[in-house]
């Protein structure tokens, strides 16, 4: 654990003790509570990286819509680890200058985290399962080809 995150911990139990003990946290409020304590103070860097975190939102948000109806997400990032600092470059899927590889890596990279939320997924419904033992246990299927050929059925009739 950082240093970062033992005082982001430290200041969410003095939030609990000082203002609320809900179980239930809104980061939103937690952070303006810690802002005007004097608990965070962002540096110029956490503010750079604030806005870059904005801008990479604005770009994974845009969509368009293709001949066939298809709405399709226009930008696409890869993400590359230099040292400690990871660094991510995003492309526009109808640029034709950018680079195949790029989008072979971003879709491979995508790939990979949906395959890492399932996991994550299956995880936690098991550890449910065990802990709460319920009469009818939580089944989590990961075979998602039905559900993908039924959501491109309507563009399939188009082509």
């Known amino acids: 654990m950082t240093a970062y995150s033992n005082a982001v911990k430290d200041y969410i139990e003095r939030h609990k003790r000082e203002v609320s003990d809900s179980a239930i946290i809104d980061p939103h409020d937690l952070a303006a509570w810690a802002y005007r304590n004097g608990l965070h103070k962002p540096n110029p860097r956490t503010i750079i990286d604030l806005i870059a975190k904005d801008i990479s939102q604005v770009f994974r948000e845009e969509y368009r819509t293709d001949m066939r109806g298809r709405r399709y997400r226009a930008k696409h990032a890869v993400t590359n680890k230099q040292g400690n600092k990871t660094q991510s470059l995003w492309a526009d899927l109808d640029d034709i200058e950018v680079p195949h ?20 997924l299956k995880t936690d419904a098991d550890v449910y399962n065990e802990k709460r033992k319920p009469s009818v246990p939580i089944q989590i299927v990961l075979d998602f080809t039905l559900d993908v050929e039924e959501l491109q059925t309507p563009f399939d009739k188009v082509a």
């Open 101 to 120: 590889e790029h989008f072979q890596k971003s879709f491979a990279q995508r790939r990979s985290q949906v395959v890492g939320d399932c996991f994550q």
